[in-house]
């Protein structure tokens, strides 16, 4: 009888157990920001000779616009300059956009950069326009991340440098969590990993500059997305350092029908004889 007792609660002990680690799924982790640095920027200066003035000193235009995200809310930034002399005189423009936002899920940033010169019948000319995102992070304990990427460029190979992105992501002692990413053109480029408990920074920074009567620009959209570590059975949550398996629905379910029957079997062999006979 006492046997059969200890089996009894056995039983109701495994199967309690592998129920919670069966049915057990991790929680979201919020990511909260620290600093935040989202900013875009155009500048252009065209010289020339204005047509149908009088003096013959060259004219310069210059332009500055830029635009700096307040606080940790979304940021819809846009910069414009454009720098004319005039009809068939030298011309620059550039233009930066970007669309940012920040969440306990993860983070995401988008947007463009342009250079444009035209020298005419006058010049110099030149432009240059800057998308910066730049932020540090703090995760409490492991997390998984996604991270997405597309990049698309337009550049002349005589204007080497005319373009440029970069993207980071480095724990607080400086070290790299991936190889930071350099390249202007990618799609659908994805990096998976774990971030450690502790704080990060990131950098998704976009330039363009032009200086050679050319057209150069490059398009981003860059996201992260945090989850739980997952294991890689059907996406449960697993501790870190862990493999927790789930065992099938028909497992769980005999499991703890075994669990029942052998609490109940203790529960009968704790009443009175003469109450277990009248069970019977």
């Not at 609660?9 to 979201?28: D, E, V, Y």
Request: glycine share 10%; aromatic share 6%; proline share 4%.
């Amino acid at each position: 009888m006492k046997k059969c007792s200890r089996l009894g609660l056995l039983a109701l002990a495994g199967a309690a157990g592998l129920f919670a680690a069966a049915t057990a799924r991790g929680s979201q982790v919020s990511i909260s920001y620290l600093t935040q640095d989202r900013s875009v920027s155009a500048s252009s200066s065209a010289t020339g000779f204005a047509r149908g003035g009088t003096s013959s000193a060259p004219v310069t235009d210059v332009q500055n616009e830029a635009q700096h995200a307040a606080n940790k809310g979304d940021f819809t930034g846009d910069a414009t300059a454009n720098s004319t002399i005039g009809p068939q005189g030298a011309d620059a423009s550039a233009t930066a956009a970007q669309q940012s936002s920040l969440t306990s899920a993860g983070f995401s940033d988008s947007g463009s950069v342009t250079s444009d010169t035209v020298f005419g019948t006058g010049g110099p000319a030149n432009s240059s326009s800057s998308s910066v995102f730049q932020i540090t992070f703090k995760v409490s304990q492991a997390e998984s991340y996604t991270l997405t990427v597309n990049l698309g460029a337009s550049t002349d190979p005589a204007e080497p440098g005319a373009t440029v992105s970069t993207i980071s992501l480095a724990n607080k002692a400086g070290k790299n969590v991936f190889t930071p990413i350099t390249s202007v053109k990618l799609s659908d480029y994805t990096v998976q990993g774990t971030l450690k408990a502790g704080t990060y920074s990131f950098v998704m920074d976009a330039s363009t500059i032009s200086n050679d009567a050319n057209f150069n620009s490059v398009d981003y959209s860059v996201s992260l997305a945090d989850g739980p570590v997952l294991s890689s059975v059907n996406n449960v949550a697993a501790p870190v350092g862990t493999s927790a398996v789930p065992l099938p629905s028909s497992g769980v379910t005999a499991l703890a029908m075994l669990a029942a029957l052998g609490a109940g079997g203790a529960m009968r062999r704790r009443l009175p004889r003469w109450i277990r006979l009248s069970m019977v």
